[in-house]
């Protein structure tokens, strides 16, 4: 297996990414892509979805910026085979656009999402602010492989009562530099709105394989541009697991404090007994 702690390594691995993100035209409105296994897993991963649904949508605007998606898993992408990606085109205006996409594998429907692009406009500036945490450089990276993403685990916040304030706080970002291009950053950064590890599973965060963990739908909101190959810092919070499910609402911040993104989903999470064991992160100290 390929080290890839070296630099020309993860860079090529990224290049790969980038690719699979890049969706092809072949034919009006219709795209087509791969998803290589990059993830060594049956299906693919659920942010390569909505990064190519959202690449595919954009190919169709000109002049807006996305500043929404919303939509469903509705079985799992297999690595390998072609997904064709079809875009309708819902609403065309002068400040408005909006797409909805439905991607097909094998002739059965695997998602449905809609996007929405809008014009910047001059307006007021408000936000939440981003909490106090260490740095990336303040936090250790451990001995784990890194793959194409560098990550720094800061950890849950957890009250004087018990219940946890965030239950997932980490630094995220590419591990080499990506094109500059606007399209491709912001697809970059939709897929990192998936990498949620285990924090909408409050009561097992520091295991893995022991459950189902599977996407039911993703909803984002994209409130300014964000570089993916910077480090973003990614606050989660787990607001209910019941009847095996669990909704998680994400808040992604720049290293300035800037809120550039904001994600809710939610996620079927069935146990699995007597199977898995800790978690990466947890058993390798890195994030």
Request: glycine fraction near 10%.
């Amino acid at each position: 297996m390929a080290d890839l702690s070296v630099p020309d390594v993860r860079a090529q691995q990224l290049r790969d990414l980038v690719d699979a993100i890049v969706v092809t035209p072949v034919g009006d409105d219709v795209f087509s892509a791969r998803s290589p296994d990059f993830w060594g897993e049956e299906r693919v991963f659920g942010g390569m979805v909505v990064a190519q649904t959202l690449n595919a949508a954009l190919r169709t605007v000109e002049g807006l910026r996305p500043h929404s998606l919303h939509g469903y898993f509705l079985r799992p992408v297999r690595p390998g085979p072609p997904t064709t990606l079809t875009v309708e085109r819902l609403r065309d205006s002068r400040s408005f656009a909006t797409r909805q996409v439905t991607a097909e594998q094998a002739g059965k429907t695997t998602s449905r999402m809609t996007c929405s692009f809008h014009v910047d406009e001059d307006g007021d500036e408000y936000q939440l602010p981003m909490p106090p945490v260490p740095s990336p450089e303040e936090i250790a990276s451990g001995g784990k492989p890194p793959g194409p993403f560098d990550e720094r685990d800061v950890g849950p916040l957890v009250e004087a009562d018990g219940t946890l304030r965030s239950s997932g706080r980490l630094w995220l970002r590419a591990g080499a530099s990506l094109p500059d291009d606007e399209d491709v950053q912001v697809c970059m950064v939709g897929l990192l709105s998936d990498m949620t590890r285990t924090s909408f599973r409050p009561l097992s965060l520091g295991t893995w394989g022991t459950h189902t963990d599977a996407s039911i739908d993703h909803a984002l909101w994209l409130h300014r541009p964000a570089r993916a190959d910077e480090w973003l810092f990614y606050d989660l919070q787990a607001v209910v697991n019941t009847a095996g499910r669990s909704v998680v609402r994400g808040s992604m911040y720049t290293r300035d404090g800037s809120l550039c993104l904001s994600m809710a989903q939610e996620l079927l999470i069935r146990p699995l007994p007597g199977q898995g064991g800790p978690a990466p992160w947890i058993a390798t100290g890195s994030g």
